[in-house]
């Protein structure tokens, strides 16, 4: 007779190498031929003449592969779907169950996953829920679902496993959802000749077409110019006059570095604004990152400008109030113009590197908190040692009083550096304890910064890969 007999344990899905956790706990003594007796695989030509008692045995088909086991099998598992098949009456509601049923040979049919299914099965004979290596765990996890197996049964490590797949594909189709309902609004119909349509989607999809590769080369350029321009104005005023006209002529030259400011500004406000108009929902545009950075980026010119252009200049204004005043509101105008350089962070529009950067900073907040963690610990602890050994047994190594250790807040800065191992060499241990303390500083803080680096770098990749798969699909899409 075609029954599976020994060697059923000795399969991978039965065995304990189908789980990455090891167990260490005592497994339940074997009662020989129990296994067999809950549940049987039929296999080969014999099984199309297998007999059963229908009213102690049930024989199922699933995918193409015959089962039996005796009814009472199902008593440990009340709320899976053969135990509801066992409490049927008629064939309407054996219907409901399964997928056919042949009252001939009374074999319930079900068109599922027979890979899957072997987990089922191992779990109906043995007791014990594990995932397979050749299924994917999102399949296995709709499986239980199909079958009314509780998944709390499943093995700790199993679970985790599974269930982080699952996790992550419920992520994924989220995501792919918010996308597809984006695209949906940004398609929505719109006044013909709507300007305010055909610049937004320009601006917002550089692979929309040409205008839009335009729109995102001009953006770039401008946030160079911007920066270029910047960095020029903080120059001396000697060096700055002289670089800009030889001949002296600096009144006219030093407009033009104005007037080019002016423009790249007008530019970014034109873009801000169409975006905005262009944005199905305003508050989400308001909320945007993103979007917070160009208004905090375009909003000191507009201030610094009308401050500038009053009719009264901005020393008469403080004329009366003093010299103090006057140089903290020049400073505030100093800072304001200084935040110009976030227009850099506009880069991250048009940048995958960028964007793949500030996405695996956001994931990636439970390991830098880890990370701080360490090195607080590290400078609290190697803080101490050094003043110890420096200030208490070698005082007299400093050659420089003011580079000694001479309290433990002072030490603070040079166990600082010395963990993220930077080194200034501002503040060095010249004694042998001294010393010593930091070599193991040095080499604690080589370990604490690997640590979490591993989990970063996988963050990095599988967030560059995520990024670069959606470009491609929006490439695709347009």
């Not at 997928?99 to 079900?110: K, N, P, Q, S």
């Not at 349509?197 to 917002?204: I, K, N, S, V, W």
């Amino acid at each position: 007779m075609g029954v599976i007999g020994a060697g059923l344990d000795d399969q991978s899905f039965s065995s304990e190498d189908s789980c990455i956790h090891v167990f260490t706990g005592t497994e339940t003594p074997t009662v020989k031929g129990l296994y067999f007796q809950r549940a049987q695989q039929l296999r080969g030509q014999e099984a199309s003449h297998w007999y059963l008692n229908p009213s102690q045995q049930t024989l199922i088909n699933v995918g193409g592969i015959r089962y039996t086991f005796p009814w009472s099998t199902l008593e440990d598992f009340p709320e899976s779907r053969l135990s509801h098949l066992y409490l049927c009456t008629t064939l309407r509601e054996i219907a409901e169950f399964c997928d056919d049923y042949d009252e001939m040979r009374h074999e319930f049919f079900f068109d599922r996953d027979p890979l899957a299914f072997q987990a089922i099965f191992t779990f109906l004979a043995k007791g014990k829920l594990r995932v397979l290596h050749e299924v994917c765990n999102v399949a296995l996890h709709d499986e239980l679902l199909y079958w009314g197996i509780d998944i709390g049964q499943m093995e700790p490590c199993c679970l985790h496993r599974m269930m982080s797949s699952v996790e992550k594909v419920a992520e994924h189709q989220c995501k792919e959802d918010k996308r597809r309902e984006r695209r949906r609004a940004l398609r929505a119909p719109v006044t013909e000749g709507s300007i305010f349509h055909m610049l937004g989607e320009a601006m917002e999809n550089p692979h929309s077409g040409l205008a839009g590769k335009v729109f995102a080369y001009l953006s770039v350029i401008m946030v160079v110019v911007t920066v270029v321009s910047l960095c020029i104005s903080t120059m001396p005023a000697q060096l700055f006059c002289l670089l800009l006209s030889p001949q002296g002529e600096c009144s006219q030259k030093c407009r033009s570095i104005f007037v080019v400011e002016s423009v790249c500004v007008v530019w970014f406000s034109i873009e801000f604004l169409v975006r905005f108009l262009y944005a199905p929902s305003k508050l989400e545009f308001a909320r945007g990152p993103f979007n917070i950075i160009d208004a905090i980026a375009i909003l000191p010119y507009y201030v610094s400008l009308f401050l500038e252009l009053r009719d009264e200049s901005v020393q008469d204004i403080v004329a009366g109030a003093g010299k103090s005043t006057l140089d903290k509101l020049g400073l505030i105008l100093r800072v304001m113009r200084a935040l110009r350089i976030l227009y850099v962070m506009r880069l991250a529009r048009h940048s995958l590197g960028l964007q793949t950067l500030g996405l695996t900073i956001q994931r990636s907040m439970t390991d830098f908190g880890l990370l701080l963690l360490f090195m607080c610990v590290a400078v609290t602890l190697f803080s101490p040692l050094v003043h110890l050994a420096e200030s208490e047994l070698a005082p007299n190594a400093a050659r420089s009083p003011h580079l000694s250790f001479s309290s433990i807040p002072a030490s603070y800065w040079w166990s600082i550096i010395s963990v993220t191992t930077v080194g200034y060499g501002d503040m060095v241990p010249r004694s042998i304890p001294g010393q010593l303390v930091a070599l193991i500083s040095i080499l604690s803080g080589i370990l604490i910064l690997s640590f979490p680096s591993t989990s970063i770098f996988h963050t990095f990749y599988r967030t560059y890969t995520e990024l670069k798969e959606e470009h491609k699909r929006d490439f695709i899409l347009f």
